[in-house]
């Protein structure tokens, strides 16, 4: 493939919404509601995707996310070894660490993941998740992150910030401290973005006359991130109906 297309002569990351089913039902949650179980993306097609994507960019960054990823744990195993195997620096995750009980099936899907080559997890913990999120069975994931080897960050959502009073940041800054304790740092995180749960939820706290952009939009006319939905749907196209180099080629921005 020539890439003619200008729109999409930038591509350098690949992200990968692995299912909207989540195990936690977050208030500050900007897709809305999430079930329990649903659609999830085919591992196979997701790495044959990686593999076309980087024969033909410079592909530096990989994530898996969701809903919660790790709840078709053998689907991002596969798509992050795609990322290892054509060498992508930064292969991450971003998972609320709830996806089992048991600890020992814990640890052996963090192995797995360690051996897939992902290279850094975000553990999403904070006042939001942590009202339906168990902390306890969070923190055996974090500490078998810790045991594979694997970096690892707290990434919170912060209502406010860090510094603010409101009984929500307060919380995020106990849990914090909490997993400082146990030798994890966290990022700055994000400030939430008003949708979704956001919105019905915690609109008291929003500005409703300024207007809001979206940070995790991109510029139409300037692709630098795709992202592949469960349903396999990126940018006008799928990649379980057409090659995913042939959706970018003809992409109109």
Known sequence: M????????????????ITLACTGQCKH?????HIKS????????GAEAVYKLCGEFDIRSLMTFGGEPLLYSEEVCKIHAAGRKMQIPKRQ??????????????????VKLAESGVNEILLSADAFHQETIPLETVKIFAEAVKTAGIPLQVHPAWLVGRESSNQYD???????EEFRQMGIEASEGN????????LKYLGEYFKTEQKCTNPYEEDPKDIRSICIAPDGTVLN?????QDILDILENYKG
């Open 237 to 241: 196209g799928n990649i379980y109906e």
């Open 38 to 45: 649903g659609q999830h993306i085919d591992g196979d097609a």
């Open 29 to 33: 949650c900007s897709e809305g509601e």
């Open 170 to 176: 307060r919380r995020t800054g106990e849990i914090l």
């Open 93 to 110: 995750i971003i998972t609320n660490g709830f996806f089992r009980t048991d600890q020992g099936q814990i640890e052996e899907i963090v």
């Open 191 to 198: 400030i939430i973005f008003p949708s979704g749960n956001a």
């Open 2 to 17: 020539k890439k003619t297309n200008p729109y999409i002569q930038n591509l350098n990351r690949i992200e990968f919404l």
